[in-house]
């Protein structure tokens, strides 16, 4: 009986469901192909450690129980593949064949050569001295390298998932015991008359067996930002998790932050979370008040000389930690700390909550905090802007224009790069290209550059053209000889362009709405609370037609995401009304929409769950309008990256023919290509939009209105978003 790595998989997810997807389809792959396995390797020993130490337990009975369980069941599963393994081991070691326990260096050996025992009497050596060797070098050093890479190969071919697991693992490790590793505590001082600017001329970053950059130049100047650009799945991330590894040869005496997840929830209070990010700050007022400690001690001892020496080693000791603790500027942690928590919308009772009771996206703004407050020199933020509001990006982009260190940013939000980033990085094809300027910047520079490429290119093109018409003319013609092999020269002389990159460009398409009359959607006098005495919204009036172009901004729990739940009436108000038309039909883009998705489908099965009665070539089609095209459409929803995900939601979208779209933070996932598409897309449509954005240009380019939730109430703004986050911005620096 034949066995498939779903077998395999099924039967661990059946016999331990809490085992996460990772490790049960590396676990599957792995036991499926055991060529890859070491002769001596007891696989099901291997698979047993991976579940134990990966798989969460309710005690260590129940352990054994579930593991000897799914091990009795994978060992039936796998009899046949492990006996034959066992065959062709046995086979192997019986073949006369045999390996040295040790490597041997033939040209050091006697005159009689220690290969005349597995050769049946022949003196290799002997026959062969004196004779000259024909091989090449050069060849053979180039087959051992193909032979070299085609092993790393194969021996890496579950590393992908391998180096998830791995990296699992390192976010897991301690945050503390991480940043002392990472930031030495004498990496600050050490830095005193360094420079603190990165030039590696070289540098090769790979995930798995995958390449993501090879010899590229990493080269940051000290105070300057630094936007990195490129399409998703080109390694922007991944990047960024190797400097902050230091798995790139950053220099020592560098510090580095790298603000990628949000921080695990416990009792820990807000302002406390963010003072202990300083972790040689923590750790150093720990000491002082050991030491002070000690001191009261001691001072009640007598004047015996061991008191004294004890006395006098804790005072010295003392110095030196209060004169670390005054060069880092620990007095003023806890009015630093406060003011970066207000800036992000923090108010002074949820700066006293314990970071627990927050929410996801609250808790990635804890850890922008924290990293801003340790104030690295070189910090590195991953898509910050997803995370957060137009009012808290609206303070951080001013904040980041005075960042007195190094800033690395991956972000996709364009009004973001233009104010924030000095420089520009665009990654692609293995390679960094560096630009002057912010975003608006770098698009003329290369715009300019890509023209000229393709002007000179084709201009080349047309040369050779006209050349080789030439030669093949009058190359065999006895008076124009001499010219054709002139022109032959000119043309060997050329220099050799490549035709130059073509930006991809994506394009979305929404299905065109039938017409309906108005009134189309409306809330009249409408008030909402998730109890009595906590109003949220109260006394809204608007009004949605099909022309209707809405941008909805305010700070986080202000009401947004609940006026988008009163009109599609999945919330009822507690007074007012919400009047619909009977025909309308609303598309509803939620800002968690990978919740509303199954990760164990492909894009094509769940739309034919959503939306029986068409071929699976009409799905996939329809998937194409939104970029999910080949065999991505027949992929594992769980296995796409968070931009695909968003389009397979805009394509189920699509699908309801909607005649209003009520649109939660969709630009969170898409790179910039994406965005332009769905700006795009979204201006063509001939029905009715209300979005939530914290994306300045998708607001600018998609809404004519802006409304703004605050204080219970939701307002036309009489305004540009520009405008609206001057405002903010005027208004947090206005506080005391």
């Known amino acids: 009986m034949s066995v498939s790595s779903e077998d395999i998989a099924e039967e661990i997810r059946t016999t331990i469901p809490g085992t996460e997807e990772i490790i049960v389809q590396y676990l599957s792959g792995y036991l499926l192909d055991l060529d890859d396995a070491a002769e001596d390797e007891d696989v099901l020993q291997v698979t047993r450690t991976i579940l134990a130490s990966a798989v969460p337990f309710p005690s260590r ?10 091990m009795g069941t994978l060992g039936q599963l796998l009899a046949e593949p492990l006996r034959k393994r066992d065959e062709q081991n046995r086979a192997g070691k019986t073949s006369g064949l045999v390996r040295l326990d040790k490597v041997m260096d033939m040209s050091k050996t006697a005159v009689m050569s220690n290969t005349i025992a597995f050769s049946e009497s022949v003196d290799l050596e002997s026959i062969n001295k004196g004779k000259a060797s024909r091989v090449d070098v050069k060849k053979l050093e180039k087959q051992e390298a193909k032979l070299k890479a085609k092993i790393e190969k194969r021996s890496k071919r579950n590393l992908y998932e391998g180096s998830k697991l791995l990296d699992q693992h390192r976010k897991q490790q301690d945050y503390e015991e991480l940043f002392m590793k990472i930031n030495p505590l004498d990496a600050a001082s050490a830095s005193k008359n360094k420079s603190k600017d990165i030039h590696l001329p070289s540098i090769d970053v790979n995930f798995g067996s995958n390449r993501i950059l090879s010899g590229a130049s990493l080269t940051l100047a000290h105070g300057r930002r630094y936007g990195i650009i490129g399409r998703n799945g080109v390694g922007k991330s991944t990047l960024l998790r190797h400097i902050a590894m230091r798995d790139v040869p950053i220099p020592p005496h560098i510090t580095i932050l790298f603000v990628e997840q949000e921080i695990v929830g416990d009792d820990t209070t807000a302002l406390d979370s963010v003072l202990k990010a300083d972790v040689w700050r923590d750790v150093l007022l720990r000491e002082e008040a050991t030491l002070n400690a000690r001191l009261a001690e001691l001072d009640g001892e007598g004047d015996d000389k061991r008191f004294e020496d004890a006395r006098e080693e804790a005072q010295t000791r003392l110095a030196e930690v209060h004169a670390r603790l005054a060069e880092m500027e620990a007095e003023s942690g806890p009015a630093r700390a406060a003011a970066l928590l207000a800036g992000l919308g923090f108010s002074e009772a949820d700066q006293s909550r314990p970071t627990k009771s927050f929410s996801g996206g609250w808790r990635m703004r804890l850890a922008l905090a924290r990293a801003l407050f340790v104030k690295p020199a070189l910090l590195l933020l991953d898509e910050p802007s997803n995370h957060i509001d137009l009012n808290a990006l609206a303070w951080l982009e001013d904040y980041l224009q005075t960042w007195s260190g190094t800033l690395l940013v991956v972000s996709h939000d364009r009004a973001f790069l233009d104010a924030v980033a000095t420089d520009i990085i665009h990654q692609h094809s293995g390679r960094l290209d560096y630009y002057k300027g912010n975003f608006t910047q770098f698009y003329s520079t290369k715009s ?15 040369y050779r053209k006209h050349l080789q018409a030439f030669i093949d003319r009058w190359r065999y013609n006895a008076n124009r000889a001499a010219q054709a092999q ?3 020269k000119i043309l060997e002389k050329l220099p050799d362009l490549q035709p130059p990159e073509v930006d991809e460009t994506e394009t979305f398409k929404f299905s065109e709405s039938e017409k309906i009359s108005p009134p189309v959607l409306q809330l009249n006098e409408v008030t909402f609370g998730y109890t009595p005495e906590h109003i949220i919204l109260q006394g809204v009036n608007i009004d949605v037609g099909l022309d209707s172009r809405i941008a909805i901004v305010g700070p986080n729990g202000a009401g947004k995401s609940t006026l988008i739940k009163l009109l599609t009436g999945e919330l009822k108000p507690f007074a007012g009304h919400v009047s619909q038309n009977g025909r309308l039909r609303i598309g509803y883009f939620a800002q968690h929409h990978v919740d509303t998705l199954t990760p164990t489908m492909t894009p094509v099965q769940f739309l034919a769950s959503k939306f029986p009665g068409k071929t699976e070539q009409e799905y996939r089609a329809h ?22 995900k968003s389009r397979v939601a805009f394509a189920v979208l699509s699908l309801l023919r909607p005649h209003v779209l009520l649109l939660d933070e969709p630009t969170n996932h898409l790179d910039i290509e994406g965005l332009d598409a769905l700006m795009a897309a979204l201006s063509a449509w001939n029905g009715g939009v209300i979005l939530i954005s914290h994306d300045e240009r998708f607001i600018t380019t998609v809404a004519k209105e802006l409304w703004v939730c605050a204080d219970g109430h939701a307002t036309k703004f009489r305004g540009d978003v520009q405008a609206y986050k001057s405002l903010i911005v005027s208004n947090i620096k206005a506080k005391p």
């Open 448 to 462: 300019e550059r890509d023209r000229n490429l393709r002007k000179e290119y084709d201009t080349q093109m047309d």
């Open 61 to 70: 009975k129940s352990r054994d129980v579930q593991l000897d369980k799914v």
């Open 486 to 488: 002139s022109k032959i």
């Open 623 to 644: 998937l194409g309008n939104f970029q999910i095209s080949g065999m991505t459409g027949l992929q594992l929803i769980g296995t796409l990256s968070g931009g695909q």
